[in-house]
């Protein structure tokens, strides 16, 4: 039988970085390679009806005991496009505390003072890269403790309820659900499996949209330009500062949400603001959407009309309003971890996954921890041993009468 760590450094070797201005399905080509080899794989492992579908979407079945509720266990195989995902160099660390050096020839080093939650992780392997590239744990190795899961229920004699896998391109671009067949799916209730920390459980989530705002300005030459110029930037950057400093990302957490500037170009005929809103308060959520919009009025007034033109679009809403309806769904995982020797943390997610798109088309889906560290950055990192415990956590689910 394969191990979940063998399987995770197999997978994160494919550069599966997507990519939101693409306009298919998936974002990149490359996301299908690793599909089409996880097919492959399920086939030899003996998931008879494991097949890729035309989007890129990977699904299969264990059948289990008819009796029991059919689950699924769902993570996705792309990873940000925010780090490079490309030629990642991974070992694997025997961790005695203190700093790990990631890079002697760039002196680069995961550090115990910038990242605490090493102090839980001593004593630990951990999985990590050479500080060039992100890892690829979100959500390589949700898709890896699956697959090891899976494996585990067909060379075992255990009961267990039927398993339905989905595997989905481009969730970290907030479309890993659009294609998704819900109803050939076939599931009661399903968990994701894209979270942190070990023990965690998370059933809410941010209510999410993104923002684009196009700045028009005028160009003349800076020797003759005076009361003609009208600089793009300038307004770009008189229309960020309208925005509350209060509510950007490096000043909240817990239940806070943001409006966040996620990139910018510009020139002095057009510039362009992107921005991603989140709160998990649907009315703190459409006071934000509102506040941008207020903003874009306010420049429009002073300058004139069509200076900005100003584009919101919903991702996605908290899970919790259909998740709450049917606990069951978090209870059997809090049970499960239970049994397996987790403390449960339940905790909002400050982001979203394919499960909140999914609850609100009719498959309850909570998200559940990887053991993963530091997403979507180089000083991304993962315990092999807390790989090895979700394992045993979703057996554990799937086994529980």
Do not use: W
Not at 143 to 165: G, P
Not at 214 to 237: C, D, E, L, W, Y
Request: proline share 4%; net charge negative; aromatic share 8%.
């Amino acid at each position: 039988m394969t191990s979940v760590s063998e399987r995770f450094l197999k997978y994160v070797g494919y550069h599966t970085t997507s990519d939101e201005n693409s306009e298919t399905c998936p974002s990149t080509d490359r996301q299908k390679a690793l599909g089409a080899a996880l097919v492959e794989e399920m086939l030899a492992m003996g998931i008879k009806d494991a097949y890729m579908d035309e989007h890129g979407y990977v699904y299969g079945t264990v059948p289990g005991d008819p009796k029991l509720p059919t689950i699924g266990l769902i993570a996705h195989m792309d990873t940000s496009p925010d780090a490079s995902g490309e030629n990642i160099q991974t070992r694997v660390v025997e961790y005695d505390g203190g700093d790990v050096l990631l890079n002697a020839e760039k002196g680069i080093y995961l550090k115990e003072s910038e990242f605490e939650s090493l102090q839980n992780h001593v004593g630990k392997h951990l999985i990590v890269t050479d500080g060039t590239t992100l890892l690829g744990a979100d959500d390589k190795a949700g898709v890896a403790e699956i697959m090891t899961a899976a494996e585990m229920l067909l060379t075992t004699k255990m009961n267990h309820a039927t398993l339905k896998i989905g595997f989905t391109p481009d969730e970290e671009i907030g479309r890993g659900a659009d294609l998704f067949n819900v109803k050939a799916f076939g599931a009661d209730y399903a968990y994701t499996v894209d979270g942190g920390a070990i023990g965690e459980l998370e059933y809410e989530n941010f209510n999410a949209a993104g923002a684009k705002a196009v700045f028009t300005g005028r160009n003349i030459h800076p020797g003759s330009a005076k009361n003609k110029m009208v600089n793009s930037q300038q307004i770009a950057m008189e229309f960020h500062s309208l925005l509350p400093a209060q509510q950007r990302p490096e000043h909240t957490e817990h239940y806070e949400g943001f409006i966040h500037l996620t990139d910018m170009i510009g020139e002095v005929e057009q510039s362009t603001l992107r921005y991603i809103i989140r709160d998990h308060d649907m009315e703190k959520f459409v006071e934000k959407k509102a506040l941008m919009t207020a903003a874009a009025e306010f420049i429009n007034e002073k300058y004139g009309a069509g200076t900005v033109e100003l584009q919101l679009q919903d991702s996605y809403y908290n899970m919790r309003e259909k998740i709450e309806p049917c606990m069951y769904v978090v209870e059997r995982a809090l049970k499960a971890m239970e049994n397996v020797g987790m403390t449960p943390k339940t905790v909002p997610i400050r982001g979203g996954t394919d499960g909140a798109r999914l609850s609100f088309e009719g498959l309850p889906c909570p998200n559940l921890c990887t053991g993963g560290e530091n997403f979507h950055g180089r000083f991304e990192y993962i315990p092999v041993e807390d790989m090895e415990h979700t394992v045993k956590l979703l057996v554990e689910i799937l086994t529980t009468i």
